[in-house]
């Protein structure tokens, strides 16, 4: 069945310490975004990406990079420098820009501080 | 600064009423309003969207009402079923990179 992977479901950071977040889809799909989630503040756009090797900056994206090496896979890095990363992350992607098609999501990554 | 601002937090009806959902925005640059549902760990699905030039859309039990000259536009859940007890989410999507803004969320629950 074709769909998004988050993994890993769950993961803790210690202080100071970068962690990759990973997602992968086999939808074929050319666009893709990461978001974070927080209680009673819905989900925010920390990076998406319309097509390989290109990436753009969403509402928050500062202490996170990402890649986009492969059409299927999109990574998300949070680094040290975000200092408040508790979070549920989740991945989503879409057929491509200028398309209403709907963005299908992961089922998240809840990243929790050591 | 919040561009899609939903009500309420939270609701709770009793089984076989209807659920209302309430949102609003600012930006006219959006062009597309849909409505996602999520359960507890697990991603939102889509529930049902609306373009701008179309006042409603009834898909089974749930129904948009769109109101462009107010910029509102409301989910309503006939018949609500426990099932449904769920996190609801209006978003608008706007540009060509297709982004999505989302509300804040209301968490409904129905009470058998």
């Known amino acids: 069945d074709g769909g998004i992977t988050q993994s890993p479901k769950y993961l803790f950071r210690k202080e100071g310490q970068n962690v990759t977040l990973s997602c992968e889809q086999n939808?074929?799909?050319?666009?893709m975004y990461w978001y974070r989630q927080d209680p009673g503040q819905g989900l925010r756009l920390i990076y998406y990406?319309?097509?390989?090797?290109?990436?753009q900056k969403g509402d928050i994206a500062e202490g996170y990079s990402v890649s986009r090496e492969k059409k299927e896979s999109f990574p998300l890095t949070v680094t040290s420098a975000q200092k408040n990363p508790t979070a549920f992350y989740l991945c989503?992607?879409?057929?491509?820009?200028?398309?209403?098609?709907?963005?299908?999501f992961g089922d998240g990554t809840r990243l929790s501080i050591l | 600064q919040q561009q899609v601002k939903q009500s309420p937090q939270s609701l709770i009806v009793q089984k076989g009423g209807i659920s209302i959902i309430n949102c609003a925005y600012e930006?006219?640059?959006?062009?597309?309003f849909p409505w996602y549902q999520q359960f507890p760990g697990k991603g939102p699905a889509l529930l049902i969207a609306i373009r701008p030039d179309v006042s409603e859309k009834k898909e089974g039990r749930f129904t948009i009402s769109f109101n462009k000259s107010a910029k509102q536009f409301s989910l309503h859940i006939m018949d609500s079923q426990p099932g449904d007890s769920a996190t609801y989410f209006c978003a608008a999507i706007a540009g060509s990179a297709r982004q999505l803004t989302f509300g804040s969320g209301t968490q409904l629950t129905v009470l058998p």
């Open positions: 939808l074929n799909h050319d666009a």
């Open positions: 990406s319309q097509i390989v090797n290109d990436f």
């Open positions: 989503a992607s879409t057929r491509g820009f200028n398309s209403n098609q709907p963005q299908h």
């Open positions: 930006n006219t640059a959006f062009d597309y």
